[in-house]
């Protein structure tokens, strides 16, 4: 399931978190199948948890990597389900287990940096055409969100929840390939008619960054 959160960023943007399938190929990781751990915790499976949490000092500032399940993993582990949307009990039991393993088996680990975008805007724009061009430091996945009518964007009211995105049917566009360059082109618009889109980008762990609403008309 594609689920969302999301906050604001400054200059009007509002970012996301989104887990999706991504083109790059995932990287081999074991998975925790231990039923439970907890505090005293210890063996290859706290090894293997410690590892993982250990990806992103975020969410495990000491990193510890001891096969021991003490008060530092402890907290990582919170931090952990915070993050996710998770009860936060601070031991691994089986909804905590299928999310990291959810995201272990996507090979990106926990990267929960947004992509920034930069340089947004429309060119080549005809009567029937146009295109939305932006750019980012890592590699993206771009899509457009296009309507004749406003498209309005709300905050998620739930952990985890897809953001409203509303305005008369808006379409999408995708790019073809991820890639630090984007250039998206929209096709099928009516002469003379002003147009409004959001365009947001996605990068191979699933963080999302999206613009705020803007628009262009067409000759």
């Known amino acids: 399931m594609n689920k969302l959160r999301i906050g604001f960023l400054s200059g009007g943007a509002?970012?996301?978190?989104?887990?999706?399938?991504?083109?790059?190929?995932?990287?081999?990781?074991?998975?925790?199948?231990?039923?439970e751990l907890s505090v005293?915790?210890?063996?290859?499976?706290?090894?293997?948890?410690?590892?993982?949490?250990?990806?992103?000092?975020?969410?495990?500032?000491?990193?510890?990597?001891?096969?021991?399940?003490?008060?530092l993993t402890q907290a990582a582990v919170t931090q952990f389900q915070?993050?996710?949307?998770?009860?936060?009990?601070?031991?691994v039991g089986p909804i905590t287990s299928a999310k990291i393993n959810d995201i272990m088996a996507s090979g990106f680990g926990l990267d929960t940096t947004v992509p920034v975008m930069n340089n947004l805007g429309v060119s080549q724009i005809n009567p029937t055409t146009a295109v939305v061009d932006w750019n980012t430091?890592?590699?993206?996945?771009?899509?457009?969100?296009?309507?004749?009518?406003?498209?309005?964007?709300?905050?998620?009211?739930?952990?985890?929840?897809?953001?409203?995105?509303?305005?008369?049917?808006a379409n999408t566009n995708n790019d073809?390939?991820?890639?630090?360059?984007?250039?998206?082109?929209?096709?099928?618009?009516?002469?003379?008619?002003?147009y409004y889109y959001i365009a947001r980008s996605i990068d191979q762990s699933g963080n999302v960054t999206m613009s705020e609403p803007m628009s262009f008309q067409t000759n």
């Open 14 to 35: 509002f970012l996301a978190v989104l887990f999706v399938a991504s083109a790059a190929l995932p990287l081999a990781h074991a998975q925790i199948t231990a039923g």
């Open 40 to 71: 005293g915790s210890s063996g290859s499976q706290v090894t293997q948890l410690q590892q993982f949490l250990a990806t992103n000092s975020k969410i495990y500032p000491s990193g510890d990597v001891t096969g021991y399940f003490g008060p």
């Open 82 to 91: 915070v993050a996710y949307g998770i009860s936060q009990v601070g031991q």
């Open 137 to 169: 430091y890592t590699l993206t996945l771009g899509q457009v969100f296009f309507s004749t009518s406003p498209i309005q964007t709300n905050e998620a009211t739930g952990v985890y929840q897809i953001p409203y995105i509303g305005g008369n049917g």
């Open 176 to 194: 073809a390939s991820v890639g630090t360059n984007h250039s998206v082109q929209l096709t099928g618009l009516q002469p003379n008619t002003l």
